[in-house]
């Protein structure tokens, strides 16, 4: 089968829309006049078919012999009954594996091609992948770390960077629409997923998201290197009550409003394109057949005005799993007039015959599928996919470029978190002898987690080669003679993360031979279910290591390379360091590397609460009764949150002080903006980069207050001795809370402002509702 090369080349950037010399306005009025226009020549099927997602595999068929030489046998009937007879609007996925681009663009120049030339509409498809930390599904794309890492530089502009770098790969391998980014609280470590999203804190996801949708879409998503972004999963997905994937979640609507909306508010303000919906249950109701939420709360009272999409299969899961539909037709009709647009379907057509029966029956409203399908198209044409349908990847000079290798680097080097070192063991000199060992020692997949090359990233080894493991890196670093290395037994069978035993004996001998152990534990790669937890401590055989490590009396540098914090207690106290990598993609060995032996500064913060005891998994901004003794202080005077390490800390090689930090009033009206500074001074011997974070605390309120809620943050680099003054803007607004009506409440009284080791205190002098209440209930 041979795609008309001729006729895709001639679409290559012909007629890309002039955006750049029209306006805004200009743009947005041809897009709707054009959209308008089509849909007056669509028929209900066609309309129903623009709502249809499949996934790749749904267009396979092992035993057919017609195939492109890709990872996916395609069934060229199938394809053709899909994309030409019901004319679906979008395909995802990437079958078994990573494409290579080359792949990838004939792929979606075939599909194309159907889609433009055999039908009566000629409207292209609009493929969308997971490309959610580099585009993960094309081999030798860029990859850099996992969300969790991001947010662990604290650093948005170089998060930025690294999105537009993945935008970019992504358009070279065809594609326009990804699946990122993850907008879920990570607040519960039990939860699989932590790894996807940007820690626990509302405030520091919002600004990280923000810089990963800009970095996606920049300013206009019809320039052939910006895809458009899809935040998800709308909502409160991330916090279900058994910690495992996909389980019944019970948020009350004040701490829905107070953590979970607000980062994706703030994307939604900022332009998001797309939205993924939560296929969990909120209170009882299956988020994807829930008017209030789709409909009210996310399209009425958050105006988001782009495309809402489902999850994997949950239109039929509201039969399947929820049992909240008889059957895929009822579940179909909840769900699109709950406020569906598209059904991420994905492996069969029936979603698209039911929807087009319950709108003829009139249980759809003709106006909903209007109202679906003018966003679809809208997309569609707002990426220029109706001029430009195809991109390739000969335009993209820069794909997997040794300039996007080095920004992945520092965005490996700045995830990595230095959490223990006592005695400055770290750096090491590169004159020590090292022994390397442990489950994730040699291992590209570890580094690299879930959604790599694969789904559950169990081939990186094979796609990643000729990037460096840990191992390697070191090797690289010192060379061979100084690095000794014990597989540690039998880890290459996966048993070190499972409770197996595992014989050690070479271990302890090898260790003796040398100045220092790095010893690299962690988890091997999951994704989404596959991630469900019975025990959040290590396995016991990782421990054992550990253990047996320790008792040859030499230093530990423990290395721990995981999704979500694990608990260590044991290994921390037996370690004379910690490093946590946890996911830094492919650049990570090397990275690890540099900071070990003093080449780089760790600069990486924990972008949530490392909890010590499994019954200890409370985020940073808990309330004042969770950390305080019984009533009368007689009974029990331990403090009750016993973390390893609180939220936002992080070792450097060099020392930070802080000193005058001002504001600039006593006291503050509701509409009035605080003037903050601080002077920070590196007082250690060596440049580093340090973040500077802002908490606030309202001392009295009439609904129970955090203790404290991260506000404002900025990474800075300061040579050795160097200092500054760093100036923040705090608007009063932003402290106010959801209060007993459920309005965002400024309310009068004490406050508290803390930087560092430096805190002061001021006064609000009035009260106001700064958002109203809202008609509908969660
Ligand atoms: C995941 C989504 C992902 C989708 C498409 C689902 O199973 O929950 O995050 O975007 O698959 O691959």
């Known amino acids: 089968m041979n795609v008309t090369k001729s006729l895709i080349i001639g679409w290559l950037f012909t007629g890309l829309l002039s955006c750049h010399s029209a306006s805004q306005l200009d743009i947005r009025t041809e897009v709707d006049s054009r959209v308008v226009e089509l849909m007056s020549k669509m028929t209900l099927k066609e309309k129903v078919g623009q709502m249809t997602q499949l996934t790749i595999g749904s267009m396979s068929n092992k035993k057919v012999k017609r195939h492109f030489g890709l990872p996916i046998t395609l069934d060229t009937a199938k394809v ?4 030409v007879e019901y004319g679906i609007g979008s395909v995802l996925n990437t079958g078994r594996f990573a494409h290579t681009k080359e792949q990838w663009n004939e792929l979606i120049g075939y599909f194309q091609k159907l889609a433009l030339e055999d039908t009566k509409n000629g409207i292209p498809i609009l493929y969308g992948i997971d490309a959610i930390h580099g585009t993960n599904y094309t081999v030798g794309a860029t990859l850099y770390p996992q969300q969790v890492g991001l947010a662990a530089t604290w650093n948005p502009s170089l998060v930025e960077e690294l999105a537009e770098l993945t935008a970019y790969e992504t358009r070279a391998s065809g594609i326009p629409w990804t699946f990122s980014p993850v907008l879920d609280l990570g607040i519960d470590p039990r939860w699989p997923r932590i790894w996807e999203g940007f820690g626990e804190d509302p405030y520091l996801t919002a600004q990280m998201g923000l810089a ?16 458009a972004a899809c935040i998800k999963h709308f909502i409160g997905y991330s916090n279900p009550r058994s910690g495992k994937d996909r389980t019944p979640a019970w948020i009350p609507e004040r701490m829905m409003r107070e953590l979970f909306i607000p980062p994706f508010k703030e994307a939604i303000n900022q332009g998001a394109t797309s939205i993924m919906i939560n296929s969990g249950e909120v209170n009882g109701i299956p988020v994807h057949a829930n008017y209030d939420i789709l409909t009210k709360l996310l399209k009425k009272e958050l105006n988001f005005s782009g495309l809402v999409v489902t999850d994997w299969y949950d239109i039929y899961n509201l039969v399947e799993r929820h049992h909240v539909a008889v059957d895929r037709k009822e579940a179909t009709k909840m769900a699109i007039n709950a406020g569906i647009d598209m059904a991420m379907v994905p492996n069969d057509i029936e979603f698209a015959d039911c929807l087009t029966a319950l709108v003829n029956e009139g249980e759809v409203p003709m106006s909903r599928i209007d109202d679906a399908v003018r966003k679809i198209l809208k997309l569609k044409f707002d990426l220029g996919l109706f001029d430009s349908p195809l991109t390739d990847f000969k335009n993209y000079p820069d794909f997997g470029s040794d300039k996007h290798i080095a920004k992945a680097k520092e965005g490996a080097l700045e995830s990595i978190v230095l959490l223990k070192n006592d005695n400055d063991i770290l750096p090491l000199s590169k004159r020590q002898k090292v022994l390397v060992c442990g489950p994730n020692s040699d291992n590209m997949r570890v580094l690299n ?12 080894d094979q796609f990643a080669k000729e990037k460096l493991t840990i191992l390697e890196a070191i090797q690289g670093k010192v060379g061979h003679d100084n690095v000794l290395f014990e597989k540690g037994v039998a880890y290459s069978k996966g048993k070190y993360w499972k409770d197996e035993i595992v014989d050690m004996k070479a271990l302890e001998s090898a260790a003796m031979n040398v100045d220092v152990v790095v010893a690299c534990i962690g988890e091997n790669t999951y994704t989404e279910k596959q991630g469900d937890l019975d025990d959040l401590v290590l396995s016991v055989n990782q421990k054992e290591l550990v253990k047996l490590l320790s008792t040859t009396g030499k230093p530990i540098v423990l290395v721990i390379n995981e999704g979500r914090p694990r608990i260590i207690r044991d290994e921390v106290k037996l370690s004379d360091a910690v490093i946590d990598v946890l996911l830094p993609g492919n650049e990570g060995g090397e990275a690890l590397a540099d900071i070990l032996y003093g080449d780089a500064n760790p600069s990486g913060k924990l972008p949530f609460t490392y909890p010590s005891y499994t019954n200890d998994l409370i985020p940073y901004f808990y309330k004042y009764s969770e950390a305080s003794p019984h009533a009368d202080g007689s009974e029990y005077n331990d403090p009750f949150i016993k973390s390893q390490w609180p939220f936002g800390f992080g070792l450097s090689y060099t020392k930070f002080k802080y000193s005058n930090l001002k504001i600039d009033k006593e006291e503050y009206g509701a509409n009035d903006v605080i003037s903050v500074s601080v002077d920070v001074e590196n007082i250690g011997d060596r440049g580093g980069k340090e973040v500077v974070q802002l908490y606030s605390s309202d001392l009295v309120a009439s609904v129970t207050p955090s203790v404290k809620r991260l506000r404002k943050f900025e990474k800075l680099y300061l040579n050795e001795g160097e200092s500054k003054t760093v100036f923040f803007e705090l608007p009063i607004k932003d402290l106010a809370f959801v209060d007993r009506n459920y309005q965002k409440l400024i309310e009068k009284g004490d406050f508290k402002i803390t930087v560092a080791d430096q805190s ?13 209440l809202q008609d509908w209930r969660l």
């Open 212 to 227: 990963m949708q800009s970095g996606f879409q920049g300013d206009d998503i019809s320039d052939s290197s910006r895809v």
């Open 80 to 83: 053709r009954r899909y994309i």
């Open 760 to 772: 002061t205190s001021f006064n609000v002098s009035e009260t106001l509702v700064v958002e109203k």
């Open 449 to 460: 987690g879930g959604w790599s090359y694969t789904w559950q990233g169990q081939m990186t």
